[in-house]
């Protein structure tokens, strides 16, 4: 019986692969955005109808206008703080983090998705997971962007190991 083999070996390319892992990391950490997006914008509703009420507007078409002026405020706040929320609170432990590494000899370029397993911010030495229970020192390059996960760097003298 023939067993299957997948990766380079069986005639996928490398590209293919990698632009798998990120599409697949994109939407992990898209959803974690989302979430905070409406989280934030649940929480800046509740003044906004708390402004209504207290506005107390004469006449439906007034109560609406304000409600809606209300609620874009909301709208407004909750995207802000969906695209401060990283700068404010950095890279935070159990968040997935994107390694991209080059290869000074092939320079080849190699990006792997792994597991920020402490808090920091830009500049930062962090330990970060990768797969099979390896283990790695990195160096916060970037915070998260809207479509864009966090990025890491891994220096030679901090060598990946086993735990």
Same mark, same amino acid.
Do not use: W
């Given at each position: 019986?023939?067993?299957?083999?997948?990766?380079?070996?069986?005639?996928?390319?490398?590209? *293919?692969?990698?632009?798998?892992?990120?599409?697949?990391?994109?939407? *992990?950490?898209?959803?974690?955005?989302?979430? @905070?997006?409406?989280?934030?914008?649940?929480?800046?509703?509740?003044?906004?109808?708390?402004?209504?009420?207290? *506005?107390?507007?004469?006449?439906?078409?007034? @109560?609406?206008?304000?409600?809606?002026?209300?609620?874009?405020?909301?709208?407004?706040?909750?995207?802000?703080?969906?695209?401060?929320?990283?700068?404010?609170?950095?890279?935070?432990?159990?968040?997935?983090?994107?390694?991209?590494?080059?290869?000074?000899?092939?320079?080849?370029?190699?990006?792997?998705?792994?597991?920020?397993?402490?808090?920091?911010?830009?500049?930062?030495?962090?330990?970060?997971?990768?797969?099979?229970?390896?283990?790695?020192?990195? @160096?916060?390059?970037?915070?998260?962007?809207?479509? @864009?996960?966090?990025?890491?760097?891994?220096?030679?003298?901090?060598?990946?190991?086993?735990?």
């Amino acid at each position: 019986m023939e067993e299957k083999r997948m990766g380079p070996s069986a005639g996928i390319p490398a590209q *293919a692969m990698s632009l798998a892992l990120i599409s697949s990391f994109f939407m *992990a950490s898209d959803a974690m955005r989302i979430v @905070t997006f409406i989280k934030s914008l649940a929480v800046l509703t509740i003044p906004a109808m708390a402004g209504v009420f207290f *506005a107390r507007p004469e006449g439906l078409a007034n @109560t609406a206008a304000v409600f809606i002026q209300c609620e874009a405020l909301a709208l407004a706040g909750a995207i802000g703080f969906t695209i401060a929320h990283p700068f404010i609170f950095g890279v935070s432990k159990g968040e997935r983090v994107l390694l991209i590494t080059t290869d000074p000899v092939s320079n080849s370029l190699s990006i792997r998705l792994a597991v920020a397993l402490q808090k920091g911010k830009v500049h930062e030495n962090i330990k970060i997971g990768l797969d099979g229970g390896l283990e790695a020192l990195a @160096t916060i390059e970037s915070y998260p962007g809207i479509f @864009t996960p966090a990025r890491v760097s891994v220096k030679p003298e901090n060598a990946i190991r086993v735990i």
